[in-house]
């Protein structure tokens, strides 16, 4: 019998040593939903993962690591998986190159690419915050024909994935951040759970290939991954486009124009985006006050935080305490 994509992760999870398998909340059935707390010797933080229906499987993690950690990637070749990664970054090294996804980033990638000789590794004392869906090739092929238009972009110039940007990108940032904001405490939350994991099927579904023009030069898109490590690790700072072009060698207006063609969005509306969904980890996972959490991400006055965090998440953050 072949084995699902759920218990494929599940058996993933017990072989890296990082997790230990908790009792499954309330309403949430033990066949279909497992979680996880990262082994506090060696870091902290949680995972869990849940089937909807047969065909959707939905991962959600947040946790960071006391060391570096590597691991060969083994993905089931049958299905096509999309990454939300909201905070940190995970590189993948394979014979042909290394490839690096950033926090608020969504990528797609296929099975048959990832082959026996991908590595992936991930960064010391970095938080890890991420939202992933696999579903099968058949069951996207199937829905993709009822959908006009709908062209799934399943290649990257020969690499493991691709980049999505866009309002396609920052539809799945939305969808995915609400999902990981739920609790599976409760038959409503789980069933938010899945209208939320079903809201990110759509959005792959719908994700058709945009005409990007041609890639900045190298030198502009690895000034691009530096502003992006920067902002990732200084959420709190008080960044300015000209402060950002000095660290990373570019000028204002070359950095502007390469982090929106490589990201699909403004520097500005990244650090907002990457702020909000911090913010709101650490409200609801970590217990901070709404005041803590606001100056954690670099907000002093409460109206200005609430009023990004609304234009981010559609609510105000007094309404998660």
Known sequence: MATSTLEHYRERCRETGIFTENRAPGPMPTHSYSTYRVDPTLGGGWMDLFQVGSDLTVGRAAYALNA???QPLVHK????????????SVRFKTHRGTETLHGGCVWVGEGRRMGSDVLYELPERQSQVAVSLDVPLG???????AVPGAEVRRSSRGGLFARLAGE??????AAAG?????????VVSRLRMESDALDLA??????????????????????????????????????????????VGLNECSLKVAFRRVTGTTIAAFLRERRMHHARTLIQREGQSVQQ?????????????????????????????
Not at 210 to 221: K, N, S, T, V, Y
Not at 303 to 321: D, E, N, T, Y
């Open 68 to 70: 570096p950690f590597r």
């Open 77 to 88: 070749s049958s299905s096509v998986g999309i990454y939300v990664l909201l905070s940190g």
């Open 139 to 145: 069951w996207l092929d199937a829905h993709a024909e």
């Open 168 to 173: 396609g990108a920052l539809h799945c940032l």
């Open 178 to 186: 609400s999902l990981l904001g739920q609790r599976p405490d409760s």
């Open 202 to 247: 759509a959005a792959l579904l719908g994700l058709a290939a945009e005409p990007q023009g041609p890639l900045p030069p190298r030198r502009h898109r690895v000034a691009v991954d530096e502003t992006i490590d920067i902002l990732n690790v200084e959420l709190d700072a008080d960044h300015t486009i000209a402060s950002l072009a000095r660290r």
């Open 293 to 321: 959490a606001a100056l954690s991400v670099g907000y002093a006055n409460p109206s200005h935080f609430a009023a990004a965090f609304r234009k981010v998440h559609g609510l105000v953050p007094s309404s998660l305490r």
